[in-house]
Structures are given as structure tokens and as C-alpha cells.
């Protein structure tokens, strides 16, 4: 086997010209790297800046979708407590109406019978009022302070979505 050896043999004339031309090359070289590494570093921060204003319009999406759907909800939330009061006023209202005939009887039936039997006349009508199932004046009461309550309860709910939409 056989093997080449190189000899490395210095050059007897330096041409100036072919070596400015090779530390020219390399200088173009280097400034080529340098130039693509500040690039590279601009493009990091470019791209890490993209990913943040993404996040932050997806963020800002997310709140928008949440505040419409708060919206949404309360809106629905505004038509069930309406119903609500509206259907408890008609209850109301409808249970003192019952009341009202139902004392107008008994005061016409007192009336009658004459002012001798009031101690039994009251014990008949708290009998009746029992067996119809009307609510007494104590039960009436207790009605009337929990539907104040429950608007109470609504306009601090009512008042507490205008502050935090405010």
C-alpha cells in the first residue's frame, strides 16, 4: 500500500493582491455572520413579540366572550325574577282578596246573629278560616315581610350588576 504524503512548502512570493483579496473575502465573511446573528436576535425578540400580542388578543377575546355571556345570563336572569314578581304580586293580591270576601261573610254573619255571641262567633271564624285553608292575619304578615325581603333581595342584586357594569 501505497501513501501520498504532502509536502507543505511555503510559498516563495507573496502576491498582495490575492491575499488582500482573501482577507477581504474573510472580512465579508465575518460581517455576513455577524449581520445574521444580530438578524437572528431580532427575529427572536420579533417572534416572542408576536406570540405576546396573540395571547394578549386571545386574552382580551376570552373577556369579551365572558362579558357577553354575562350579559346573556343576566338579561335571562331579569326575565325569570320579573316573572317571579310578577306572579307573586297576582298571589298576593289574590290571597287578600280571598281574605277580604271571606271577612266580609263572616262580619255579615256576625252581624246577624248579634253582638251576644261574639266570643263564639270568634272561635267560628278561626275554625272556618282553618278548614278553607285561608291564611290568618299573622300568616298574611309573614307573607307580605317575605315578599318585602325578596324585593329587597332583588334590588340589591339589581343594583349590585349596574355597579359591576359600570
Given amino acids: ?6 509536502k507543505l512548502e511555503a510559498p516563495a512570493t507573496i502576491d498582495a493582491r490575492e491575499l488582500q483579496a482573501q482577507v ?20 427572536f425578540w420579533g417572534c416572542a413579540y408576536d406570540r405576546a400580542a396573540g395571547l ?5 377575546k376570552l373577556w369579551n366572550d365572558a362579558v357577553a355571556r354575562g350579559e346573556r345570563m ?4 331579569d326575565k325569570r325574577l320579573a316573572r317571579f314578581s310578577r306572579r307573586a304580586s297576582k298571589q298576593a293580591t ?13 262580619t255579615r254573619t256576625v252581624s246577624d246573629k248579634g253582638e251576644g255571641f261574639e266570643a263564639q262567633l270568634e272561635k267560628q271564624v278561626e275554625r272556618v278560616l282553618v278548614n278553607l285553608g285561608i ?12 315578599i318585602d325581603r325578596l324585593n329587597a333581595k ?3 342584586e339589581l343594583a349590585r350588576q349596574e355597579t359591576v357594569h359600570a
Fill in 56 to 60: 394578549a388578543q386571545r386574552g382580551e
Fill in 74 to 77: 343576566e338579561a335571562a336572569l
Fill in 154 to 156: 332583588l334590588d340589591e
Fill in 135 to 146: 291564611p290568618t292575619r299573622d300568616r298574611l304578615e309573614r307573607l307580605n315581610q317575605e
Fill in 24 to 43: 477581504g473575502e474573510r472580512v465579508r465573511r465575518a460581517r455576513d455572520v455577524g449581520r445574521k446573528a444580530a438578524l437572528v436576535y431580532v427575529g
Fill in 1 to 6: 500500500m501505497k501513501a501520498d504524503v504532502m
Fill in 94 to 106: 289574590a290571597l287578600q282578596n280571598q281574605v277580604g270576601a271571606n271577612i266580609e261573610q263572616v
